[in-house]
């Protein structure tokens, strides 16, 4: 049986890699195809090849976010628990998509491995360790504070930015903004790829500790590959639905304030992930740089009800992948002997 779940368990990871390009290449190339910066052939193309190679690097930086994101039990236990909090992220990932709506494939993780968890407490098994204090300080007070901080720092950047360009002929500034968001736009895919190719590599590292597989040691090659495919091959189906909402529903946004918002975003996810080696949602950056740097403007140009609704379901992420885990977990529980 434990062969049979660390099988599923990649296949599931797979999908969740494939799920988080799809949804995510809006967080790369909406802004850029928004403003005619870059075509959308040409826009997936660069975020394709740039977060294939981000997730490529990205796998020694798993190595230290599987040591300190969670200890999961050995065995069946803490596959049964991988597999129902990727399943209940990737239902979940599909559902926002079909809505079109920008959520973090992060915190739908993080909420299912913790409803897991709880389930397995609960009928009598393994408890997932570090939840109490690694998740709260290298998971969801970075994931919380990154919006804020984009948010806030994209709209008090949009003030030097329009004084430098204040003597400057529009069509240069747009011209040269549009240069500056093709160049921001690949960033932005590499970074993504760094954070992003961290998840499904730090999954299949704790899948084979689970397994028995491995000691955690080294990064099995197979696992940088099998992330890095993954990943870019969802980004290269294009999630248009989602890009959709941020390029066209979320805000009005002109090629200065777009450039602003994605060079901001692509210097937080990459000092989140070489840096501080934290875990920043990619979709939650960009979206809150968006909606900050748009919002600094003399007229009104937010669509509220939108912005509202993407802020709902943000809330609910964690809440309905934990529920959803928390079923799923319990429903594996005599397979898995939880």
């Known amino acids: 049986m434990a062969a049979v779940l660390f099988a599923l368990v990649v296949i599931f990871a797979g999908a969740f890699a494939f799920l988080n390009g799809f949804r995510d290449a809006s967080a790369s190339v909406a802004l850029a195809v928004r403003t005619r910066a870059l075509t959308p052939t040409v826009a997936v193309l660069l975020a394709g090849f740039f977060n294939f190679v981000g997730a490529g690097l990205s796998a020694a930086l798993a190595l230290v976010v599987a040591r ?33 709506i920008p959520s973090s494939s992060t915190h739908a993780l993080v909420g299912g491995l913790a409803g897991a968890g709880v389930a397995s407490a609960a009928v009598g098994g393994n408890a997932v360790g570090g939840v109490d204090t690694s998740l709260l300080f290298q998971v969801v007070l970075p994931l919380l504070l990154s919006p804020v901080i984009a948010f806030a720092s994209s709209y008090l950047l949009v003030w030097p930015a329009t004084w430098a360009a204040r003597y400057t002929p529009p069509n240069v500034v747009n011209s040269r903004s549009r240069r500056a968001q093709s160049v921001a736009a ?137 529920a959803a885990a928390f079923v799923l977990a319990l429903a594996l529980s005599p397979l898995g002997e939880l």
């Open 68 to 100: 300190t994101w969670v200890q999961l039990p050995t065995g069946e236990n803490g596959l049964a628990i991988l597999m129902s909090g990727l399943v209940s992220a990737v239902l979940w990932g599909i559902y926002t998509w079909w809505r079109g």
């Open 186 to 322: 690949g960033a932005v895919a590499f970074a993504h790829g760094l954070q992003d190719g961290q998840r499904t590599s730090a999954v299949l590292i704790l899948a084979l500790l689970a397994a028995g597989l491995s000691d955690g040691g080294e990064m099995p090659a197979w696992v940088a590959v099998f992330t890095a495919v993954f990943l870019t091959a969802g980004t290269l189906a294009g999630g248009w639905r989602i890009s959709y909402t941020i390029g066209y529903r979320l805000i009005r946004m002109d090629p200065l304030r777009g450039s602003v918002a994605q060079l901001l975003s692509s210097a937080m996810l990459l000092v989140g992930a070489i840096g501080l080696h934290l875990p920043i949602s990619t979709t939650h950056t960009v979206t809150s740089a968006v909606l900050g740097s748009g919002s600094n403007q003399r007229f009104p140009a937010t669509n509220r009800k939108v912005v509202i609704g993407v802020l709902m379901f943000w809330l609910l992420t964690p809440l309905v992948t934990a």
